[in-house]
């Protein structure tokens, strides 16, 4: 029997009328994997690929052709990451589930209270829910779980390849887990995926004690013809005076602007810009330049500071195809929420991870016969005598390019299997005491460690994890004469707050501080300590003191040379790309998609890199007090190093592979420094006030526990060490050579 055949009959109509010739595929597959099997399946395809129909088409034919349930509960569960996602996906599965007359209960904090009460009264049909709603749902009526679920053939993850290294990800296996215990049963998981890089890491994520049990349903290959450029441009500095620039404005913004009004006009597109601050400065010169043409509004901004009603506003637009838009966004637009097919994907500055490429480039070239476009533009700092290295290598392009080849490559970041997850640990702890009323320790550790997601925590590191954040001055939790946990004081606040449900905290930018005078904020990601250096404004300023909690950081100007134009992002760059850059840099072919500026860019970094032998030195003297340390590793293992040598008083900044490195206050010299490290077994690297803090419940732990929290996923101390020793090898090798 042919896949079509195996479905209900409600399906196979609905499919008909889609006018669809066949199935794809990959729906094929799913159908296969899925019914009459109690197959965990991974469903992964192009975005518009056809996943979702080839997860609910089988599942829904399952709750149609079996016998009922005898338990009451929602028959499907959707997990979406997005409000918009559920939203969307409602409206596609209403369609699906109307000849069914299979309910549809779309459930986030945007659904009205009638929607909800009914379908607690009378639950049924496909619940689609964020992980938020769903916490919120065993919180609050922890004692209706087993009924809620009690029917629930099948929960589906949607954009699983965002779960996997996260801490959204680590609080929605415990949910998963959690379900199970309460139903007294294991349920079918299916996940969905557009980019992901390591299926056997997805497979372990979807079921850990049977990872090979889990079945891929993987789309073939083929797809759109992708066409690509990479345009380059150049700021600051004397600007000569035969440089073409866009009319009478030479600034590299507004030259970007032009091009893109100029090549995306009349059509639908989405522009990646990066900050919320550049994507207001991107759509107000695009605005302006239609106004100043007669011509009618086509761009329009979008990200999350901008109000529901504007971001459903210009979403809408995208869909309709007799309206051209194109949106100029962060990552708001970059998950799976159907806005149609765009024309092209324009990115600006270099992209932080291939798969976050992947994943908005798949908004393109979904219509037969329409190529998958990229536009990627990159800005470069025009050379002067005193320009630092950092610019003379082009790094920002050098990774562009990276981008694109690994991307060509289809290689996309593995996620990090070792992490503690502590702050997400503190957060299951309260929430399932919170949702029994109370519990053992014993019971919290089997429910979350030793059946649920937090395996790397040991029963000795549990309980340090219980008494810290039942110790007086936290009161998060309290104990009973007879040894049950109950919430305390402040544990009650935070539980009772709407804002708990999320594990995540809302990305948060640091004031920079100067004599009590505001320079601005800045996003941080990687760990800072006072000593280092960052690039603000075209300045470089050395970090005094952090205060975590006001969320400041207190500057001094550095008296180091001149920093770079760009570089220092505070973005996580993956060995794998530092690898690939590094390759281009010591390269000669040139890409054909380079335009000329781009290609004579390149020229010039490969030039300078040859230039001072960085290809040969791993340590290379920059001025009297400098040196610049080539790492050629990615942001993890770098900001590792740069942090132990920082604990011996060397100043330090951080590029993509590179380190530079001041001497002047050093207690030693930087060999022996690197000697001292490669030999050791332990790095100091939380010396004064190195803030290992990152994510929403790591207030509540004690400093110890933050840095082996930190040491699991955000520094590499085993790869600092080896990578001092490969510093070391390589000097004395060139030293050796030399003599």
């Known amino acids: 029997m042919n896949a079509f055949d195996r479905l209900a009959p409600p399906l196979q109509k609905w499919i008909r009328q889609q006018g669809w010739p066949s199935l794809r595929p990959v729906q094929t597959a799913g159908i296969n994997a899925i019914l009459g099997t109690n197959n965990d399946v991974i469903i992964t395809a192009a975005t518009a690929g056809g996943k979702t129909e080839a997860a609910f088409l089988p599942l829904i034919s399952d709750v149609l052709l079996e016998e009922p349930a005898q338990d009451h509960g929602f028959d499907l569960v959707y ?83 965002t779960l996997l290294d996260s801490e959204r990800g680590i609080q929605l296996r415990s949910l998963m887990n959690r379900m199970e215990i309460a139903t007294g049963r294991q349920i079918r998981r299916v996940g969905l995926s557009a980019t992901l890089g390591d299926t056997g890491l997805a497979r372990h994520f979807l079921r850990r004690e049977a990872p090979d049990d889990v079945v891929l349903c993987e ?41 893109l009004f100029e090549k995306l006009r009349g059509s639908n597109n989405l522009v990646f810009a990066g900050s919320r601050g550049k994507v207001e400065l991107y759509a107000d010169r695009l605005r302006l330049l239609g106004e100043a043409q007669g011509l009618p509004q086509e761009f329009y901004p979008h990200h999350a500071s901008l109000s529901k009603e504007h971001r459903e506003f210009v979403e809408k637009r995208l869909k309709d195809a007799s309206l051209p838009t194109t949106a100029v966004c962060t990552s708001t637009l970059e998950l799976g929420i159907d806005i149609g097919s765009v024309t092209c994907v324009a990115q600006i500055g270099a992209p932080f991870t291939v798969a976050s490429l992947a994943q908005r480039l798949g908004r393109s070239g979904r219509r037969a ?98 008494r810290q954040i039942g110790s007086s001055d936290i009161a998060l939790i309290e104990q009973s004469d007879n040894g049950l946990l109950f919430l305390g004081r ?62 400041v950081i207190l500057v001094t100007r550095s008296k180091a040379g001149a920093p770079p134009l760009f570089g220092g992002d505070p973005g996580e760059i993956h060995n794998q790309v530092v690898e690939k850059m590094f390759e281009v840099l010591e390269g000669k072919a040139v890409p054909i998609y380079l335009c000329k500026q781009a290609a004579a860019l390149l020229a010039e ?38 942090l132990a040598l920082g604990g011996f008083g060397f100043e330090t900044s951080i590029y993509d592979g590179f380190i530079e490195v001041r001497t002047k206050e050093a ?50 101390e085993t790869g600092a060490i080896r990578l001092a020793s490969e510093i070391l090898a390589s000097t004395q090798q060139q030293t050796a050579r030399n003599r």
């Open 79 to 161: 997990i979406g990451p997005l409000k918009a996602l559920i939203n969307d996906q409602t409206r596609r599965l209403e369609d699906m589930c109307r000849e069914a007359e299979l309910a549809v209960v779309p459930w986030h904090g945007d659904i009205g209270s009638g929607v909800k009460s009914r379908a607690l009264k009378a639950p049924r049909g496909v619940l689609l829910i964020t992980p938020e709603s769903l916490e919120a749902l065993f919180v609050r009526r922890g004692s209706s779980i087993a009924t809620l679920f009690g029917a629930t053939r099948a929960i589906v993850l949607d954009e699983l390849h």
């Open 219 to 259: 789309a073939a290959g083929g797809g759109a013809e992708f066409q690509v450029q990479l345009r380059g441009y150049l700021t600051g500095g004397k600007v000569p005076e035969d440089e073409v620039a866009a009319k009478d404005d030479r600034s590299a913004e507004a030259a970007i602007a032009m091009h």
């Open 369 to 466: 016969g329409q190529p998958s476009i990229l536009r990627q533009y990159q800005i470069e700092a025009r050379l002067e005598k005193s320009s630092h290295l950092a610019d003379r290598f082009r790094l920002g392009l050098v990774r562009a390019i990276a981008m694109i080849e690994l991307y060509l490559q289809k290689w996309y970041e593995p996620p990090r299997s070792s992490a503690l997850h502590l702050s997400t640990l503190v957060h299951q702890i309260l929430a399932v005491i919170a949702e029994r009323g109370g519990a053992s320790a014993e019971r919290l550790y089997v429910t979350l460690c030793s059946k649920g997601p937090f395996y790397a925590v040991d029963t000795t590191l549990f309980l340090a994890v219980l």
């Open 490 to 551: 402040q544990g009650e606040k935070l539980v009772e707050h709407y804002s708990f449900y999320a594990v995540f905290k809302t990305p948060e930018e640091f004031r920079l501080v100067e004599q009590g005078k505001d320079l601005g904020t800045l996003p941080v990601d990687n760990i800072l300590a006072p000593g280092m250096t960052i690039i603000f404004s075209g300045r470089r300023w050395e970090i005094v003191e952090i205060h975590e909690r006001e969320k």
């Open 605 to 642: 970094a490969r030039g300078n890199f040859a230039l001072t032998e960085a290809g040969f030195h791993r340590i290379i003297a920059t001025g009297e007090d400098s040196h610049l340390i080539a790492t050629r590793k990615g942001s993890v293992v770098t900001n590792t190093l740069a």
């Open 667 to 716: 207690k030693l010299r930087l060999e022996d420094a690197l000697a001292l490290i490669a030999e050791s077994k332990r790095l100091s690297l939380f010396y004064r006030q190195a803030e290992p803090q990152s994510e929403k419940f790591h207030p509540f732990l004690s400093a110890d526990l933050l840095q082996q929290d930190a040491l699991s996923c955000r520094l590499d």
